[in-house]
């Protein structure tokens, strides 16, 4: 329940306390807001105010209003991210992508450990079904690294943690290119399957100490091969 709310700027607060129920994860992607009267009932305020509060909601990407179908929580706060780090990419390129490497270096291992330690039955077999993918796509970049991004996103679910699952989603994402560009590197593929498989090994014995340390190695395996990329 919402807490009844008092103020001259009623539609700010409205408009706060349900963004922070997404922001916390209470209130996933793809939810459907209460109706507007609801919404006024348990806030105490009129419909103008719930009306004024999703208007800010909505401009700030965070939920999305369709005729007939009601006011939905959208993946804003991914997207917001991504579009930050967009822009910071696009006037330094490759600079900021060596420290979103970095960035996943640090992360990876322990999202690694804490999904060795969570995985459910449904995960491991979404890790399974993202390696075969990686192993017939070998001699398919795109294919491969589209498996990749899925396979570690997978792991962030894995960890029932949704801050994380937002935080790394568009860090994966806006590393897409990047990893075209290692495939071009002697043995990139191999190299990044290799550890999959053992980092897959790791999350099936529920062992995550072995998980933090294959991720660790897959990570500065990563980081070697970006030196061998090709230059633009």
């Known amino acids: 329940m919402y807490s009844p709310v008092k103020s001259s700027q009623l539609y700010k607060v409205v408009a706060t306390q349900i963004k922070e129920r997404i922001i916390s994860g209470e209130l996933e992607t793809g939810d459907r807001l209460p109706p507007e009267q609801g919404l006024a009932e348990q806030f105490e305020v009129s419909r103008t105010v719930i009306r004024e509060a999703i208007k800010s909601l909505e401009r700030e990407g965070l939920v999305e209003v369709q005729q007939g179908r009601g006011t939905h929580v959208t993946n804003g706060t991914s997207s917001a991210f991504k579009e930050s780090f967009s822009l910071m990419m696009s006037m330094s390129s490759d600079r900021i992508s060596d420290d979103l ?29 993202a390696v075969a993918t990686m192993e017939a796509g070998l001699a398919d970049p795109e294919s491969f690294v589209s498996a990749d991004s899925a396979f570690h996103m997978a792991l962030a679910n894995a960890t029932k943690n949704k801050l994380i699952v937002r935080m790394l989603e568009p860090i994966v994402d806006l590393l897409h290119e990047m990893r075209i560009s290692i495939s071009e590197t002697p043995s990139g593929l191999q190299h990044g399957q290799y550890h999959h498989m053992r980092i897959l090994a790791a999350i099936k014995a529920h062992d995550a100490d072995a998980a933090r340390q294959e991720m660790l190695l897959h990570m500065e395996q990563i980081q ?7 230059g633009p």
């Open 101 to 129: 490497v970095e960035v996943r270096a640090l992360l990876e291992p322990e999202i690694a450990a804490m999904a060795a330690r969570r995985a459910t039955d449904e995960d491991i077999d979404v890790l399974e079904k």
């Open 224 to 230: 070697q091969d970006i030196k061998l990329r090709p």
